[in-house]
């Protein structure tokens, strides 16, 4: 039987099987920040545990603890960098319809975008999946510099 792992995008993007564009951001406490491969454009950055998780509740203590100032700290060095109207912050966790590597979406919402897809919330980004466009690697490489700058310093941001 073939190992849940081997299939797994997370994974192959933890552990460099795949390209990953921007690097790792930040890591730190057993989690990983990462911009985004997806169509959720520049400054989109995932949040992601490096143990292979699926579900919230299968975090450990080191890991849950970690997580709610990690996701704040990621939130506002993406708003200082990105200066967005909004920024949202979401699980996601499935993989062809089945529990899949956690990770939590950290995405800037523009009102560009928001009058571009005519649409806010999932519908943007329902739009911006359908549209499929992914953001140029050399744009994702120098906003990935900006907030690795930012993450850096843990007094820097929250």
């Known amino acids: 039987m073939a190992d849940p792992q081997?299939?797994?995008?997370?994974?192959?993007?933890l552990?460099?099987?795949?390209?990953?564009?921007g690097g790792r951001i930040h890591e730190g406490?057993?989690?990983?920040?990462?911009?985004?491969?997806?169509?959720?454009g520049v400054g989109t950055l995932v949040v992601k545990p490096v143990r292979h998780v699926l579900h919230v509740a299968?975090?450990?203590?080191?890991?849950s603890a970690a997580l709610g100032p990690l996701l704040r700290r990621t939130a506002a060095a993406v708003t200082e960098v990105v200066r967005p109207e909004q920024v949202y912050?979401?699980?996601?966790?499935?993989?062809?319809?089945?529990?899949?590597?956690?990770?939590?979406?950290?995405?800037?919402?523009?009102?560009a975008d928001m009058r571009r897809f005519g649409a806010f919330g999932p519908e943007l980004q329902r739009a911006m999946f359908r549209a499929g466009e992914l953001p140029e690697e050399s744009q994702v490489e120098?906003?990935?510099?900006?907030?690795?700058?930012?993450?850096?310093?843990?007094?820097?941001?929250?």
Do not use: K, M, Y
């Not at 299968?58 to 890991?63: T, Y």
């Open 89 to 111: 912050v979401c699980l996601w966790s499935h993989a062809g319809g089945v529990p899949g590597h956690i990770h939590f979406v950290v995405q800037p919402v523009t009102e």
């Open 29 to 40: 406490s057993g989690w990983v920040v990462a911009h985004c491969v997806g169509p959720l």
């Open 142 to 158: 120098a906003v990935c510099a900006r907030l690795r700058g930012v993450l850096a310093d843990p007094n820097h941001v929250g």
């Open 15 to 21: 552990s460099g099987t795949r390209p990953l564009p």
């Open 58 to 63: 299968d975090l450990d203590e080191a890991e």
């Open 6 to 13: 081997d299939s797994c995008l997370t994974c192959e993007l």
